[in-house]
């Protein structure tokens, strides 16, 4: 079984989530095709052809991002 699709969300502008893929290519997201408001830095992941936010996934990349923050304050 192949990795599921995953997203990044960069930033939102205007009608659209602009999203990182894990191929670090950059993908626009109609907001119109979301039942939720994504924020940036949510980790956006697709079953059955819908989009949700990854709650775990999103908390713990937010946490590695703390972390390495942390580091570079430390040097």
């Known amino acids: ?10 930033r939102i ?4 989530a602009v999203c990182e893929t894990l191929q670090k290519k ?10 939720f ?5 949510d980790v956006l992941k697709e079953k059955e052809g819908i989009l949700y936010r990854d ?5 713990e990349r937010k946490e590695e991002i703390r972390n390495r923050f942390s580091k570079l304050l430390k040097k």
């Open 1 to 10: 079984m192949g990795e599921k699709k995953k997203w990044i969300v960069d």
């Open 13 to 16: 502008e205007g009608a659209f």
């Open 26 to 35: 950059m993908e626009e997201i109609p907001l119109d095709t979301l039942d």
């Open 37 to 41: 408001q994504p924020k940036e830095g």
């Open 55 to 59: 709650e775990r996934a999103t908390s």
